[in-house]
């Protein structure tokens, strides 16, 4: 940088310390030169001094804005990283909705497919007294007492048996089915014991449920694939307020869910 105002001081005192030498110059003259020196001097060294404090501030102000880009670069790097962990976990998490997606399509498929089976081999049976229906993703085959039991009895009428062994007959050969028989009664207790020994409407469920169990694993159902249980009165699907309403509630339920270990597998992984 250059600094033409010293340059303009400068010259007048190397003009004064050449006049020192000129015989003709008095001595007012010298010392009134040599304060011009002086002063000139003075204000070359305040010159040069803020020169040196402004390239000081410049310097610091350099390394400065170096350090704030070199923090936003590093900020910015950052981001970018967590940018692209989070797409692709994004990524990895779509993968497997995706694939949940499909499983489920495929179950509502199979669930869809499994209840026009059972239904095709259970034809011609009274409506009243068999259905077939899909709920929750399942599907229920709900026999009436009247089909399947005389009152408070467990063993099963033959009419009954015939749509057992058909509903295993359409089945059997199916391994990724798991079969709930639910037993079902109306609120009116038992009194005293039944000819099979049921003591109550506990009894009376679980009894008819395992009695339906074994024919169904008799007629070819891997006893793996079937569990019989009793709900007694405790799950009606009306108010057992009239005869017709508790005729209704005495029932067994067949409840046919397709087996889902594709998609709790996907669930569980990390």
């Not at 610091?60 to 981001?79: I, W």
């Not at 692209?84 to 179950?107: P, V």
């Not at 229906?133 to 026999?143: A, D, H, P, R």
Request: proline share 4%.
């Amino acid at each position: 940088m250059k600094f033409p105002l010293i340059s303009r001081f400068l010259a007048p005192a190397l003009l004064g310390a050449t006049l020192l030498a000129l015989p003709g110059c008095n001595k007012k003259e010298i010392a009134a030169l040599q304060q011009q020196n002086a002063e000139l001097a003075k204000t070359r060294d305040q010159l040069q001094l803020e020169k040196a404090n402004l390239a000081a501030e410049k310097e610091r102000n350099e390394a400065a804005l170096r350090n704030n880009l070199l923090n936003k670069n590093n900020q910015v790097n950052q981001l970018n990283q967590n940018l692209g962990d989070a797409e692709q976990d994004l990524a990895g998490k779509n993968a497997r909705i995706a694939e949940m997606q499909r499983i489920l399509e495929q179950k509502d498929a199979a669930t869809k497919a499994l209840r026009k089976k059972v239904s095709d081999a259970l034809l011609g049976f009274n409506a009243q007294d068999l259905q077939v229906n899909v709920k929750n993703g399942k599907v229920y085959v709900s026999l009436s007492e009247q089909l399947l039991f005389k009152s408070g009895s467990t063993k099963v009428d033959p009419k009954g048996q015939d749509a057992l062994k058909k509903l295993a007959g359409a089945l059997k050969d199916n391994k990724d089915v798991n079969v709930l028989v639910e037993g079902h009664t109306d609120n009116v207790p038992i009194k005293g014991q039944t000819a099979s020994g049921a003591k109550d409407n506990w009894d009376l469920s679980v009894m008819r449920a395992t009695e339906i169990t074994r024919l169904l694993t008799s007629a070819g159902m891997d006893p793996a694939q079937v569990t019989p249980s009793g709900r007694a009165e405790f799950l009606p699907v009306v108010a057992n307020d009239t005869p017709q309403n508790k005729a209704m509630n005495r029932r067994t339920d067949i409840i046919l869910t397709p087996k889902l270990d594709e998609l709790f597998s996907i669930l569980n992984q990390n």
